[in-house]
């Protein structure tokens, strides 16, 4: 069990809603970091940059507390897929997972008193075929915003997913037995 302060380096709602969910007790700090992909960066090394920066960001004005940052991204075909910028780059997500698996990738990074781990977690996710009409119903709903691979398995997309295999807090943000297993080591 984590007993210490907690400081969350992310404004995701979702990671929020999964901490709470396991009972730990946390605070919001969210880090303000440039998120853009280096060139030629793979998506395991681009995820575990981010949450390692977003926790050493935050951990450099709060020393006393266990600070976890984590980012997601979708994969599909070699295609590392974030946040939609628009509706029609959510559509057109949509359309690539359309009857697909792809893998959902969430870098977690913990740092304790200038000790850091940082680790991934995978989950294959399999989407049903989706026709042009669902996925303008979906992204009229507003739920791709805001989501890696544009689309939240805890909401309305749960209705397009066939399987998963992995974690499902890994898909919908924040991989909670990783944090656990992170938070032991350090």
């Known amino acids: 069990m984590i007993k210490e302060k907690i400081l969350l380096a992310s404004q995701s709602p979702r990671r929020a809603e999964i901490l709470s969910a396991v ?7 969210a880090a303000n970091i440039d998120e853009t992909r280096l060139a030629q960066e793979d998506a395991v090394t681009y995820v575990e940059r981010l949450a390692r920066t977003k926790a050493e960001t935050i951990a450099k004005r709060f020393s006393d507390c266990l600070v976890i940052g984590a980012d997601t991204v979708v994969v599909i075909a070699g295609e590392i897929l974030g946040q939609p910028c628009d509706d029609e780059e959510a559509q057109r997500m949509l359309r690539l997972l359309s ?7 969430t870098g977690v990074a913990l740092v304790r008193e200038g000790a ?4 991934h977690a995978t989950t294959r996710v399999l ?3 989706m026709s042009s009409e669902e996925i303008d119903w979906y992204v009229s709903t507003g739920e791709p915003r805001g989501k890696a691979g544009a689309y939240g398995i805890q909401g309305s997309a749960a209705l397009f997913i066939k399987e998963i295999q992995g974690e ?3 898909v919908v943000g924040l991989p909670v037995r990783l944090v656990f297993e992170l938070s032991r080591r350090i």
């Open 23 to 29: 009972g730990w007790a946390f605070e919001v700090a």
């Open 99 to 105: 009857g697909k698996w792809h893998d959902v990738m």
């Open 116 to 119: 850091t781990a940082v680790a």
């Open 127 to 129: 989407f049903a075929e």
């Open 168 to 170: 499902y807090f890994n």
